[in-house]
T-cell receptor, first 110, second 116 residues
Framework: DAKTTQPPSMDCAEGRAANLPCNHS???????VYWYRQIHSQGPQYIIH???NNETNEMASLIITEDRKSSTLILPHATLRDTAVYYC???????????FGKGTMLLVSP | AAGVIQSPRHLIKEKRETATLKCYPI?????VYWYQQGPGQDPQFLIS???????DKGSIPDRFSAQQFSDYHSELNMSSLELGDSALYFC???????????????FGPGTRLTVL
């Protein structure tokens, strides 16, 4: 059973912020939210992860709701190179399996 | 920064042949994972190794086997290849779980296997 739900596709104009939502209503207390992306046929690329606090790194920001049932990945200034499939994955720390769902295909246009 | 290295990048085999895919993890990483991604599908976990021991197993066919060597590189051996084995095979590595975040998996560029 899918542990996360994401919209199948989203569009974003170049230079604008891309906000990618993810629902994970059955997340358990010690599961983390990880985000990866895959540019066509390349290896998945780690973006960011978090437990309950908002996180930011050089690539993106992760906003997790207080009840932890959903989160949003924010790419502050999307570029054409950000066009990819974005995967939201919930996982226990130290648990080896990453279960990829369908992800969101983000298309960034000029 | 050094990344995960996979070889070969492309491989073409006939049905019923064997194939060996190799993965060289990021230096100091002790955990290796293998994933399979069929055409139009999402990556699926196959198997993982921590400190040369199998740590987890997913939907890996019995025709496939894998191991991790003393230098932490890993090999995925595939026998009696079938048309349905045509896919991208990704290797990922991590430091293993010392603290949250150290087990983040970093993926290689993949090996594209085509079975004719």
């Amino acid at each position: 059973d899918a542990k996360t739900t994401q919209p199948p596709s989203m569009d974003c104009a170049e230079g604008r912020a891309a906000n990618l939502p993810c629902n994970h209503s059955t997340i358990s207390g010690n599961e983390y939210v990880y985000w990866y992306r895959q540019i066509h046929s390349q290896g998945p690329q780690y973006i960011i992860h978090g437990l309950k606090n908002n996180e930011t790194n050089e690539m993106a920001s992760l906003i997790i709701t207080e009840d932890r049932k959903s989160s949003t990945l924010i790419l502050p200034h999307a570029t054409l190179r950000d066009t990819a499939v974005y995967y939201c994955i919930v996982s226990l720390p130290g648990y080896s399996t990453l279960t990829f769902g369908k992800g969101t295909m983000l298309l960034v246009s000029p | 920064a050094a990344g995960v290295i996979q070889s070969p990048r492309h491989l073409i085999k006939e049905k019923r042949e064997t194939a060996t895919l190799k993965c060289y993890p990021i230096p100091r990483h002790d955990t290796v994972y293998w994933y399979q991604q069929g055409p139009g599908q999402d990556p699926q976990f196959l198997i993982s190794f921590y400190e040369k021991m199998q740590s987890d197993k997913g939907s890996i066919p019995d025709r496939f086997s894998a191991q991790q060597f003393s230098d932490y590189h890993s090999e995925l051996n595939m026998s009696s290849l079938e048309l349905g084995d045509s896919a991208l095979y990704f290797c990922a590595s991590s430091l293993g779980w010392v603290a949250v975040g150290t087990d983040t998996q970093y993926f290689g560029p993949g090996t594209r296997l085509t079975v004719l």
